[in-house]
């Protein structure tokens, strides 16, 4: 099931280059914003770009088989209730959302719980309650993962129909660093040493235990993780395949995309693999602790626009990063050029 992704317009890119090099700044001062601005030219198929108007962001909600196992420092009863805080306007992100002008909604695609007199919106794309711990059993039997999958990819329809000109895709899930260090370890190649780190923050004996259920979960999908869709089988969660799911269609959508922490930059990986040329459709929000994010990044050839050592997941390094994107688009549309002053 291979995603066709087209290319963002390489003749608006060359003008928007030309336009930065004729700026009346001195050649290269703008630095990353210089960048960002071509690449919204670029994804947006105009020059000067616009600055993203209408950005939206969804919150893939799901539990983890692993939290049961001591991977996490908090426990799994943390997402019901993170997803009611989303719902109140009240989780962190939330904050960020309305100081950035960002539409926000949440999604129990796999959460443990009924969530009982919750907005039935919010639930209505649930495939099922947590997933299987992934170094044990598979998290998900492959007809859920194409249901996730195509769910998180009507959905990105839905936001595409509501006007969307930016998406972000945001995690909540108690657990959820485990499954997506796997996923990455496993499109890279890697050791489970060499992907995880603490998430909530967890202890040295955290560590070594988390490590442990990533190095399980590894051998026991063996190679079935070349195929992406199996890798989401084998290793990852409703939540994360619709989140995969989400992102390839906005690059196949041609809709620009702001990438977060690990959860998202994972599934970013994934939708490369899904979608091959996607990651052209992608830009790096911020730079979280985790290692595997940076390592994903670098594999993607994404460098992170914001590094504040934040680690909260939940789209916040995304919404933190908008601010940049729409004065990257201004900074071109509104500098004169050096030619008109001489
Ligand atoms: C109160 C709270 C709010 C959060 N918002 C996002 N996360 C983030 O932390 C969790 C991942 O880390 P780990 O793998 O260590 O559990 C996810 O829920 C993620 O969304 C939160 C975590 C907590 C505790
Ligand atoms: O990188 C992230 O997105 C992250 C890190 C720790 C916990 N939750 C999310």
New binding site residues.
């Given amino acids: 099931m291979k995603v066709t992704v087209s290319a963002p317009d390489a003749a608006a890119r060359a003008a928007a280059e030309e336009r930065l090099a004729a700026l009346a700044t001195p050649a290269g001062a703008l630095g990353r914003l210089g960048d960002l601005g071509v690449w919204l030219a670029a994804v947006q198929g105009v020059v000067p770009p616009r600055p993203p108007a209408a950005v939206r962001a969804v919150v893939f909600a799901g539990d983890h088989g692993v939290a049961a196992h001591g991977v996490s420092a908090y426990p799994a009863a943390v997402t019901p209730a993170m997803v009611r805080s989303f719902a109140a306007g009240t989780a962190g992100v939330c904050a960020l959302a309305r100081q950035h002008d960002v539409h926000l909604r949440v999604l129990d695609l796999g959460v443990d719980d009924d969530l009982d007199g919750i907005d039935p919106a919010v639930r209505a794309h649930k495939v099922r309650r947590g997933s299987g711990a992934i170094h044990v059993e598979d998290a998900l039997e492959r007809a859920e993962t194409e249901q996730a999958l195509a769910t998180g990819a009507a959905v990105a329809d839905e936001e595409i129909a509501a006007g969307a000109d930016l998406l972000i895709g945001g995690?909540m899930g108690i657990g959820?660093?485990t499954p997506t260090a796997a996923l990455v370890a496993a499109a890279l190649g890697l050791p489970a040493e060499d992907v995880v780190?603490?998430?909530?923050g967890v202890d040295d004996e955290g560590l070594d235990r988390k490590t442990d259920v990533v190095r399980a979960a590894l051998q026991r999908a063996g190679d079935r993780v070349d195929d992406p869709v199996e890798r989401l089988t084998a290793l990852g969660s409703a939540d994360l395949a619709a989140t995969v799911g989400f992102l390839a269609r906005a690059a196949e959508r041609g809709v620009p995309v702001v990438l977060?922490?690990?959860?998202?930059?994972a599934c970013a990986l994934t939708a490369e693999d899904l979608a091959p040329g996607a990651t052209q459709w992608f830009v790096a929000g911020h730079r979280?602790?985790?290692p595997a994010?940076s390592l994903a990044l670098e594999k993607l050839g994404l460098e992170p626009l914001v590094d504040a050592r934040?680690?909260?997941?939940?789209g916040s390094?995304a919404v933190a990063a908008v601010p940049l994107l729409r004065s990257a688009a201004l900074l071109l549309a509104e500098t004169a050029l050096l030619s008109d002053l001489l």
Avoid at 197 to 200: C, N
Avoid at 260 to 265: A, N, P, Y
């Fill in positions: 995690d959820n660093t780190g603490r998430g909530t977060d922490g690990l959860i998202s930059v979280s602790t985790e994010q934040m680690r909260l997941g939940e390094g």
